[in-house]
């Protein structure tokens, strides 16, 4: 009987489905910690459910050599020797955009957030104050979000904006500049995004030619009133240079739900920074997305073990290891 093993937390509607079906199947959320602990739980897997802590790389796949599908989590890729994957003939099934609500909502909360300061303004009056000019924010009606990555979390993200009156613009290589999506964000140049922008939005996977696509230079470009807002991936911002360039004034503040290391030392340089607002990967991570995303890779893992290729199947990334 096949056995499924899944080595990190997975929302209750998937893994319901899959302990329903006829297959055997092991839960373990913390097998990715434990290298060990986890290549003895699957010695006999044909299939490995991982989300984005469990480094699944070429000598890892090595040494599970009955693997036959890898589900994936969530959507990014790096984390996964896809070329390793590619050339052992495993598909990788991902829940492409589940979370693309949950990660939408978020980066309007982040806009709403560092405009009007609900929470500072909470305890300025528990401990007294009633500063009514100093927390009377500004609105964000009229304001431009600029989106780096326009697939279909980008669009999302930006119809959202676009309902709070906000004015969209993005960047995407896969796209002309001068054109506009379906939904009316208008395509620009990266340097007229960053130049054009008070909030710059990052949607793109972290591949070489994207890793600290954010760095100094960069965020020079951005006006000193902006912020950046990262959901996608912690290596697509240079973390040192966002430090300088926060403390220098040279952009008003960031919002970072992603880091190069998760979680991060306790003497990270970003700690000492006023205007930067960090949370632990949780832009996609409300109950919904979680549920969404078991339940669509429960499934299309089944799929793929009856003989039937995924829709959700990954295609070979250029530049992955």
């Not at 305890?123 to 697939?151: A, H, M, N």
């Not at 966002?242 to 503040?253: D, M, Q, S, T, Y």
């Amino acid at each position: 009987m096949t056995k499924i093993v899944i080595v990190e937390a997975m929302g209750e509607t998937g893994l319901e489905l899959l302990q329903k079906s006829e297959y055997s199947v092991k839960y373990d959320p913390t097998l990715w910690s434990d290298h060990r602990r986890l290549i003895e739980a699957s010695e006999h897997a044909e299939v490995l459910i991982v989300r984005n802590q469990t480094q699944l790389t070429r000598e890892l796949l090595d040494e599970l050599p009955r693997v036959k599908v890898i589900g994936r989590l969530g959507v990014g890729l790096d984390n996964i020797d896809v070329e390793a994957a590619s050339s052992k003939g495993i598909p990788i099934v991902s829940a492409k955009n589940a979370n693309a609500a949950s990660v939408a909502e978020y980066v309007m909360a982040s806009i709403l957030t560092v405009n009007r300061p609900l929470i500072a303004a909470t305890r300025d009056v528990i401990s007294g104050g009633w500063d009514r000019k100093k927390f009377g924010g500004r609105e964000i009606q009229g304001t431009t979000l600029g989106l780096i990555g326009v697939g279909q979390v980008g669009r999302l993200t930006g119809s959202k904006a676009q309902a709070l009156g906000l004015h969209v613009i993005g960047y995407d290589p896969m796209y002309e500049p001068g054109t506009t999506t379906e939904n009316a964000i208008a395509l620009k140049t990266l340097e007229e995004v960053l130049a054009e922008s008070d909030y710059v939005s990052l949607h793109v996977p972290l591949l070489p030619e994207t890793r600290h696509l954010i760095d100094r230079t960069a965020l020079q470009r951005m006006k000193s009133t902006a912020y950046v807002i990262n959901t996608a991936r912690g290596g697509v911002v240079h973390e040192l240079d966002l430090v300088e360039a926060l403390e220098a004034g040279e952009i008003a503040g960031a919002v970072l739900d992603v880091l190069e290391q998760e979680p991060p030392p306790s003497d990270h340089p970003l700690f000492s920074v006023s205007n930067c607002i960090l949370t632990p990967h949780v832009a996609g991570a409300t109950e919904e997305a979680l549920n969404r995303t078991s339940q669509m890779v429960a499934a299309e893992v089944i799929k793929e073990l009856e003989g039937e290729a995924s829709e959700f199947r990954v295609a070979k990334v250029a530049g992955s290891k």
